[in-house]
Nanobody
């Protein structure tokens, strides 16, 4: 089981980025896939998650600006990030819970390497 996150970069405030989380070794639509982020000096926090039934969840700080989606044919989950703010600057990770299908940080059993997002003011 492997997850690879990519698509990060440097963007000005108000701009957009789309992160991708490509899965290998398993079929991601069977499981919950979550996006998490960790800013320098801060704890990791959940950003968004999509469950196997297609239900989606967002942190309050990103609701209305970020959209999570899944392309089963490409075995990839996306995080479309619009109206980016400097406080969105962080290392973004994708992870999966292949055991219980939940969207909690502590339930994720596989993590990909992060992709860095920097939003300049």
């Amino acid at each position: 089981v492997q997850l690879q996150a990519f698509g990060g970069g440097l963007v000005q405030a108000g701009g957009s980025l789309r992160l991708s989380c490509a899965a290998s070794g398993f079929t991601l639509d069977y499981y919950a896939i979550g996006w998490f982020r960790q800013a320098p000096g801060k704890e990791r926090e959940g950003v968004s998650c999509i469950k196997s039934d297609g239900s989606t969840y967002y942190a309050g700080s990103v609701k209305g600006r970020f959209t999570i989606s899944r392309d089963n044919a490409k075995n990839t989950v996306y995080l479309q990030m619009n109206s980016l703010k400097p406080e969105d600057t962080a290392l973004y990770y994708c992870a999966t819970d292949t055991t219980n299908g939940l969207c909690y940080d502590y339930s994720m059993d596989y993590w990909g390497k992060g992709t860095e997002v920097t939003v300049s003011s």
